[in-house]
C-alpha cells in the first residue's frame, strides 16, 4: 500500500516517524523471538 502526499511536509514527517517506528517495532519484536529461540 503506497500513499502519495503532494507537498505539506508535516504529513511527510509523520508517515516517515510512523513508517520507521514500525519498523523500529518490528526489529525488537524480531530479536525477542530470536532469543527466545536461542535460549532453548
Known sequence: MK???SGHKNTKKILYA?????KKLKLQRDLIFF???YKK
Not at 510512523?18 to 514500525?22: G, I, Q, V
Open 35 to 37: 532469543n527466545k529461540d
Open 18 to 22: 510512523s513508517c520507521f517506528f514500525r
Open 3 to 5: 500513499i502519495i502526499y
